[in-house]
């Protein structure tokens, strides 16, 4: 039998200072961890007071910077810079059953059902998280990816258990993640049923600007206000 590592990491709200009536999962990109994202949290937790968000830390001290995290190795990168796609897929098969288990964990212990959740993820977070989430059996509230990439898009048609709907998010001059994959997510995630809202961000590298932060708290509120 495979021993899952338990995941953890830092948690705000929910602002209301009651119990939670929605759960949002934050994933953190290569090289950070949960603390990198939860300051997230406070942007968005007024217009979601019941919501606690969590950002578990990934599993796997970097490779490349010990101080961080990573949810899969880049260590078999081709010469030319790129991580092959079957690698990808193969890290994010890996990781998938921690994160299930962890998300399904937090979803018990505050009594709440998938339609109550929402995962957010950030470049190799945005890779995992949209792996576990249309892998997910029930439907879960809402997915928002910033500077991410679609693994896997040749099978997701028969891959989807589920079909969340989705924001997208990316910096136009991203020279991390190519801004060019989240335009062929969003057109792969919307010719298999997804319904998909993407935005190109003018002017932005590898990050989340102000205006991606408001438009990832408005599509959050939106799914999870009520």
Known sequence: MTTL?????????????????????????????????????????????????????????????????????????????????????????AIRPALDAFIDGQLAAHDLADDRLALVGFSQGTMVGLHVAIRRPAAMAGFVGYSGRLIGAAGIAKDAASKPPMLLVHGAIDDVVPSESTESAARDLTAAGFQVEAHIRPGLGHGIDPEGLALGGAFLAARLGG
């Open 5 to 93: 590592t338990p995941l953890d990491g830092p948690t705000w709200g929910p602002a209301s200072g009651g119990k939670p009536t929605s759960l949002v999962v934050l994933l953190h990109g290569w090289g950070a961890d949960g603390f990198d994202l939860i300051d997230l949290a406070p942007h968005w937790g007024p217009h979601l007071p019941g919501t606690l968000f969590v950002a578990p830390n990934a599993p796997d001290v970097c490779e490349m910077n010990p101080m961080g995290r990573q949810w899969f190795s880049l260590g078999d990168m081709s010469p030319s810079g790129g991580l092959s796609e079957g690698s990808m897929r193969a890290g994010a098969d």
